[in-house]
């Protein structure tokens, strides 16, 4: 539960990332591999499964290979309960699993993620690039995430357009519909609208824009 004064919610912002930043990601990153049990109109009942300092992972391969390639690795497991996101605020409420009996839940779950997580620091804001693997490669997504409302954000150069009220790009909804299936789809769409950024959050410095 968080100690900032909010209880168990999130404040989070995502982004759609076309170039990935290279010089930030990390030669070892996270492995996680998740599995919903459900997840519809924006409620979502996660297991995820993790494992630091990974090498490397064959994106071509499907979650479940990738979580069998690495389950010796595995160092923390975690049940999340999560609500519908509303203008980057979550409901979140997350509780540690023994990594034996989370692993087989999401061995038997029928939709999962899997992703290898590198973390930044730009700026004060601690940034997560998420790399995605099977179904959702080769997506990357970068996300944002402080103690309160994410206000007078600095985005970053690589993030093309934001993804944060999307529920394709919630990862919910990409174990349910992979962006493999749909990715022309709606790079057709960005092409069409251009990008996007949330307003009514304070000032956000976008991509491009002078400090």
Known sequence: MSDTGYGDFEFERRFFVDRLPTELLEETP?????SYLLAEDGFAVRVRAQASGIEGIDPHADELAVLEAHVDAVDFCAITVKGP?????RYEAERELDPLVAVEIVRRAPARVAKLRH???LGTDGWVIDVFAGGNAPLVVA???RGGPVTDLVVPDFCTTEVTVD???????LARRPFGEWSREWRSELLAT???FLTGLGHNHL????D
């Open 30 to 34: 996270t492995l996680i591999v998740q």
């Open 207 to 210: 991509p491009g824009e002078p």
């Open 119 to 121: 973390s930044a620091w």
């Open 85 to 89: 996101m509303v203008e980057g605020t």
């Open 194 to 196: 251009g990008p996007r």
């Open 143 to 145: 996300e944002v995430e």
């Open 167 to 173: 529920g394709r790009f919630a990862n919910d909804g």
